[in-house]
Structure formats: structure tokens, C-alpha cells
């Protein structure tokens, strides 16, 4: 399969063992010729803003873990897709959306952007690990979109374990997320975990003790 292909993004020649492999995940409805799982879809929910920000470093002045994220957009043959835009958002580490009137934070942008896939299907982000709010699992919003046509959006998870390390920092005041993936408001629909499992992004520390989180998109 593609997924493991060595990562030619630059800079990040030594994150090719990280991309997660769809081997032992939960089977889906939907999967590629190469039988990996097509990347299912979340629903959107109340933050999303197309800010038109192209930019790597999403943090601005948000304090938090540091985290990168590494994506890589494939079809369904496994085939890296050039110039496929991956736009996210994120709340900060205390639960909170940038450029909303409730969450006090109109006309501000902080953890929110997009970048375009090189000719490898990859692109990266520099963020914090976000941090949770009520009825819903800690997440990542995304939306794909190729050409004029979005056709992905959708949240990424993480472990627990990193979850639960990084919220023991001072920086995430509210602590541990109570919640579990059945009780998250999104995937609560959901007999099983499955499409949790599916949307859960491999996250290792490099070197320098800096989280890593990677996650390859399958889209039709």
C-alpha cells in the first residue's frame, strides 16, 4: 500500500513510519482499491469560518503543547493527490473558537487555517494540542476540498494516553476530558467505536520531545 511511503515533505524525511496503516482498524462500508478505509465524514458544527488563511503556523499568541500536524491526501487507489486543500480549526487549550460572538473572540483567527498538498499529497500544520468543551470528545475539524469541490469534512481524534499526559499540564485548566466516545454529541449516532477508531491520528514525539500527530486521507 502507498501510505508507507517514504514522506518526502521537507523537512520531514524522518516522519515516514508514522503514518498509521488501516491494518487492524474497524472495517467500514467504504474502502479504497487498496482496502484501506475511506476517511468518514463528522459533521461540521457551529465554528467553522473560511478565514482564507494560507498558513503553516496556526498558533498566534494561543498558549498550549505544541503539536504538528502531518496529512497526506490520497484516492481511491492509494494515489497521492496534488493540490488538494486541507483547511482546520480547532478550540484553544481552554475550550474556546476564534472569531465567534458567544466565545468572545469576533474578528480574532487564532488556530484556524488552511494549506495545499504537494505533488506527495502532503501538507503540515503547526498548532497546539487542543483542548475540550461540553458534549463533545477532544477533536480536530477539517474539510478537504479539490478544486471548487469540498469533499471531505470531518474530525480527527487522538489517544488517550497523549490526551491525558497533555492535560495534566498547567495550560489545560479544565484537566482530563470526562467524556467517553459514545457520549460525544457527533458520534453518540454510532452502535460502536468504529468511526472514532477510523478518524484516530497516530501521534509519536520526535527528538526533541514535540508531539507529532499524522493521519492519511482517503477520499473517492
Known sequence: MYRNKFLSLIGLSFMSTIFPSAKGKPKLTAYTN????????????????????????ITENKKGIPIDYIFRVEDKNC?????A???IWQCDAEGHYSDFDNENSIGQTWLRG??????DGECKFTSIFPGWYAKR???????????STTVLTTNFFFPKDIESEVYRSPLYPK???????????????DKDTSRHDTLLM???????????ASYTIAVM
Do not use: S, W
Open 202 to 212: 497516530k501521534v509519536t514525539k520526535n527528538k526533541k520531545d514535540r508531539l507529532m
Open 79 to 83: 494515489m497521492p493527490i496534488k493540490d
Open 34 to 57: 487498496c482496502n484501506d478505509p475511506v476517511t468518514p465524514p463528522v459533521p461540521e458544527g457551529p465554528y467553522y469560518k473560511n478565514e482564507h488563511l494560507n498558513r503553516i503556523d
Open 175 to 189: 484537566g482530563a476530558n470526562p467524556l467517553t466516545v459514545l457520549q460525544d454529541f457527533e458520534l453518540k449516532v
Open 137 to 147: 470528545i477532544t477533536h480536530l475539524h477539517a474539510k478537504v476540498h479539490i478544486g
Open 85 to 87: 486543500l486541507v483547511d
Open 114 to 119: 488552511y494549506q495545499k498538498t504537494n505533488k
